[in-house]
């Protein structure tokens, strides 16, 4: 049974930076791609980063200006976001999601099932 479990949010102030983890308890994530998203109040969900099965391929939003970094520990069967530098307006639940192409993380994410309750991120100024 997928049930995607995301942690690591909460308030921060504006350049400070978070960790978030996504982890599985009904299946191993190692096989496929992972990738972060993020709804703020009032907006669609969008798309943050992608790792590939193996971590040879990583993607991210082109908004966020190197400021975060996708991970992933097989071993520990969780996915990371290291998040620097944050700004106001990168608050936001922040959820993660499998699929076993990278392409359905970055163009076809809205068709996914199977999220989580995601977590919140809150910056203030």
């Known amino acids: 049974q997928v049930q995607l479990v995301e942690s690591g949010g909460g308030l921060v102030q504006a350049g400070g930076s978070l960790t978030l983890s996504c982890t599985d308890s009904?299946?191993?994530?190692?096989?496929?791609?992972m990738g972060w998203f993020r709804q703020a109040p009032g907006k669609e969900r969008e798309f943050v980063a992608a790792?590939?099965?193996?971590?040879?391929?990583?993607y991210y939003a082109d908004s966020l200006k190197g400021r975060f970094t996708i991970s992933r520990d097989d071993a520990k069967n969780t996915v990371y976001l290291q998040m620097n530098s944050l700004e106001p307006e990168d608050t936001a639940v922040y959820y993660c999601?499998?699929?076993?192409?990278?392409?359905?993380?970055?163009?076809?994410?809205?068709?996914?099932?199977?999220w989580g309750q995601g977590t919140l991120v809150t910056v203030s100024s």
């Open positions: 999601n499998a699929a076993p192409l990278m392409a359905t993380l970055m163009d076809r994410y809205k068709y996914l099932g199977d």
């Open positions: 790792i590939g099965w193996n971590s040879g391929s990583r």
């Open positions: 009904g299946r191993t994530l190692s096989s496929a791609a």
